[in-house]
């Protein structure tokens, strides 16, 4: 194998398992988002039926309005990622499966589907880490084998 066939395997395959992470990421951070909308939310009153009704303000019942709404748009956004997040790393896994190495098969699925730093993936599996950087090269083009399809060689769309 060519030296310039291995980095482009690797590239593809990587951009692949990347995408995977990445999606992972936005996953924790829409997350991470409602939950501060959450706690925001608790300074948020609805009607006040005691305070004086002749004052004609709306503001406490659109404060409430407007902060559930949000609420509503983060949750669904938070929804459809997290759907496709978990069918991304469904069909990774199912991919992954079918590698040879059984170590290579386990480093990607720590990294890469289940969001693992490398200095974890090298504790969990008793590596160094520089024997787990060699590792992870030759999982990453290995990777390529088994990939989708549609990630080896991406079509270039015209502009």
Same mark, same amino acid.
């Given at each position: 194998?060519?030296?310039?066939?291995?980095?482009?395997?690797?590239?593809?395959?990587?951009?692949? #398992?990347?995408?995977?992470?990445?999606?992972?990421?936005?996953?924790?951070?829409?997350?991470?988002?409602? *939950?501060?909308?959450?706690?925001?939310?608790?300074?948020?009153?609805?009607?006040?039926?005691?305070?004086?009704?002749?004052?004609?303000?709306?503001?406490?019942? *659109?404060?409430?309005?407007?902060?559930?709404?949000?609420?509503?748009?983060?949750?669904?956004?938070?929804?459809?990622? #997290?759907?496709?997040?978990?069918?991304?790393?469904?069909?990774?896994?199912? =991919?992954?499966?079918?590698?040879?190495? =059984?170590?290579?098969?386990?480093?990607?699925?720590?990294?890469?589907?289940?969001?693992?730093?490398?200095?974890?993936?090298?504790?969990?599996?008793?590596?160094?880490?520089?024997?787990?950087?060699?590792?992870?090269?030759?999982?990453?083009?290995?990777?390529? *084998?088994?990939?989708? #399809?549609?990630?080896?060689?991406?079509?270039?769309?015209?502009?």
């Amino acid at each position: 194998m060519t030296e310039e066939w291995e980095q482009y395997r690797y590239a593809q395959a990587r951009a692949w #398992l990347e995408h995977i992470r990445a999606l992972g990421e936005r996953v924790e951070s829409t997350k991470a988002l409602i *939950d501060s909308e959450r706690n925001m939310m608790d300074g948020v009153r609805g009607i006040d039926y005691g305070a004086d009704g002749g004052s004609g303000s709306s503001a406490p019942d *659109d404060a409430m309005v407007n902060a559930i709404a949000k609420m509503q748009r983060h949750i669904a956004e938070y929804a459809a990622l #997290l759907s496709e997040y978990e069918d991304e790393r469904y069909d990774a896994r199912n =991919h992954l499966a079918k590698m040879e190495g =059984h170590a290579e098969r386990q480093a990607l699925t720590y990294r890469y589907l289940l969001g693992w730093s490398w200095d974890d993936v090298c504790a969990a599996m008793f590596y160094t880490h520089d024997g787990m950087m060699k590792l992870r090269r030759r999982a990453i083009v290995s990777a390529y *084998d088994v990939m989708p #399809l549609e990630w080896r060689d991406p079509v270039q769309h015209a502009l």
